[in-house]
């Protein structure tokens, strides 16, 4: 796994439960949440075993802390692509390119995803809030066209997760993104020609995320927010 030196050097106590979920995140690229142990991820850290609860009750709020973060990171994954554009169909079509590219390149987020026993709605929801709002804008300017917004954020959300999984399991080609945003676009309302155009779309894309994933190596959180485990 690769290690992003560029964290914000936080608090101790960030800098600790960042540790806890490095550890976390190292042992279940070979176990399952099942398979975690306080003292596993606390030995495995370098850490006193007491010192876990200051941090966490136990390992489910841990492992719900990481389904967190995993969420997080792809949001913030996708910040760039959407800087100054114009149109949900645009971004719509960035991002899902985007969080399908990280399904293939990066398989180990396809098994933090679909593999270990992490809440997997906690992406789900980043992706249905995203795409509810975008949905709800281009149906308003007429780039979409849909019938329930909601509707189709859920359907949609739902068809990204099963592309993502069938990507990180080989069972569709890396190659067959943009085909698939294209499909996409059109069950969204959007005519095939401008479909193709926008899945195929020349864009400079920003670095995949890499793990480990930390909090301190996400932006800071605004002011009057606190990030506490």
Request: proline share 6%.
């Amino acid at each position: 796994m690769n290690v992003d030196l560029q964290s914000r050097p936080g608090t101790k106590r960030e800098r600790t439960r960042d540790q806890l979920l490095v550890s976390a995140q190292e042992l279940l690229m070979d176990h399952t949440a099942a398979g975690l142990g306080l003292r596993k991820i606390t030995t495995h850290a370098g850490l006193v075993h007491a010192s876990f609860y200051n941090y966490y009750p136990d390992i489910p709020a841990l492992i719900a802390d990481l389904a967190e973060l995993l969420g997080a990171t792809h949001a913030i994954a996708m910040v760039g692509l959407c800087t100054g554009v114009e149109g949900p169909a645009v971004r719509f079509a960035r991002i899902t390119r985007q969080t399908l590219r990280i399904m293939a390149a990066q398989p180990s987020f396809g098994r933090l995803m679909f593999d270990v026993g992490l809440p997997v709605d906690r992406l789900g929801a980043e992706l249905r809030l995203r795409l509810s709002l975008d949905i709800a804008d281009g149906a308003a300017c007429g780039d979409f066209r849909v019938a329930d917004v909601e509707l189709a954020a859920s359907a949609i959300t739902g068809a990204i997760t099963g592309l993502a999984l069938d990507v990180y399991r080989g069972h569709v080609s890396g190659a067959k993104i943009d085909l698939a945003t294209a499909l996409l676009l059109t069950h969204l309302g959007v005519s095939p020609d401008v479909a193709e155009r926008l899945a195929h779309e020349r864009v400079t894309f920003p670095p995949l995320p890499t793990l480990p994933m930390r909090w301190l190596a996400l932006p800071a959180p605004s002011p009057g927010t606190d990030k506490q485990a």
